[in-house]
């Protein structure tokens, strides 16, 4: 099965945040197309990317940024496939200016914008899985199990 969601980065030092999504897009058996696109360092592979995104098939793409975080808002500029945001945690500024950077989109152009770091990572896999349930019986039922083990594994009272 081709890939729907797109998973992109502007560096390889996002990785380790990004890769949350891809494992828990894994976990539901979603497939991903994962690749680095950088806003300012390759800004010719960002724009064919995002203008060939919807002929490729992709449903979502999930972008992560950090500091000028300027790709997420890049991609939406040139696709109207949705594109989630992930705030990658900067060094300089703990990923309060990349979160500034993607959440602040002018009316028109719309960014969905997670929490910063992994935990939005994880948020944007999910969310992109249940964007693609909508299409999916079979992905909602395996969202909801996800949902379900995530809830049973809550201790009553802590050890
Ligand atoms: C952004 O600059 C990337 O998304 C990354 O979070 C940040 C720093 O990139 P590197 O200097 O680590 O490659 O474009």
Redesign the pocket.
């Known amino acids: 099965m081709s890939a729907k969601v797109a998973i992109v980065?502007?560096?390889?030092?996002?990785w380790d945040t990004m890769r949350c999504a891809v494992e828990v897009l894994d976990e539901l058996d979603v497939p991903t197309d994962v690749r680095i696109v950088?806003?300012?360092?390759t800004p010719d592979r960002m724009a064919e990317f995002a203008r060939t995104a919807e002929e490729n098939g992709f449903h979502v793409i999930i972008a992560?940024?950090?500091?000028?975080?300027h790709?997420p808002g890049m991609i939406a500029a040139q696709t109207h496939v949705p594109v989630l945001g992930v705030p990658?945690k900067?060094r300089a500024l703990n990923g309060q200016d990349?979160l500034l950077s993607i959440v602040q989109m002018p009316a028109g152009v719309p960014v969905g914008t997670l929490a910063i770091g992994e935990a939005g990572a994880t948020n944007a896999g999910l969310l992109a899985a249940a964007i693609l349930a909508n299409g999916d019986a079979d992905l909602a039922t395996r969202l909801k199990d996800w949902r379900a083990a995530q809830t049973a594994r809550v201790a009553e009272r802590p050890e």
């Open positions: 980065m502007g560096s390889q030092s996002d950088s806003a300012h360092r992560g940024a950090g500091g000028a975080a790709l990658v900067s990349s």
